[in-house]
């Protein structure tokens, strides 16, 4: 089992970038395989990005801007962020799913229920 813990939100205008981290003691990217939602009252909970290893994948709005990526060596993973739009802004969490070989990643990996261990989120302000 593993607790994520989000980091590097902040209020930042638009255009500008923002780096999320998400860190848990165990969390190796062998084992498991990573998610990052966001949640507003507008649009409530939706998928951002997810990541198992080496593959990546992004919900549409995303991909020319966020970026998923890990260091293994600090068992971290990150939410790369830029040209941000007031509609970015949101609470950001990140999720971890144990990988097993049952379970199709690439085809669930914004499926919410495919998460079992979430974090408490880090506040994305985009604003002028």
């Known amino acids: 089992q593993v607790q994520p813990v989000e980091s590097g939100g902040g209020s930042v205008q638009p255009g500008g970038s923002l780096r999320l981290s998400c860190a848990a003691e165990?969390?190796?990217?062998?084992?498991?395989?990573i998610g990052w939602f966001r949640q507003s009252p507008e649009k409530g909970r939706e998928a951002v990005a997810g990541?198992?290893?080496?593959?990546?994948h992004y919900a549409q709005p995303f991909k020319d801007r966020f970026t998923i990526f890990v260091v293994n060596a600090n068992n971290t993973a990150y939410l790369e962020m830029t040209n941000l739009k007031p509609d970015d802004t949101a609470m950001y969490y990140c999720?971890?799913?144990?990988?097993?070989?049952?379970?199709?990643?690439?085809?669930?990996?914004?499926?919410?229920?495919?998460?079992?261990?979430w974090g408490q989120g880090t506040q994305v302000t985009v604003s002028s």
């Open positions: 165990g969390l190796t990217f062998d084992r498991y395989a």
């Open positions: 990541f198992t290893r080496g593959s990546t």
């Open positions: 999720a971890a799913h144990r990988r097993t070989a049952a379970y199709n990643f690439a085809l669930g990996w914004d499926r919410e229920e495919a998460y079992p261990y």
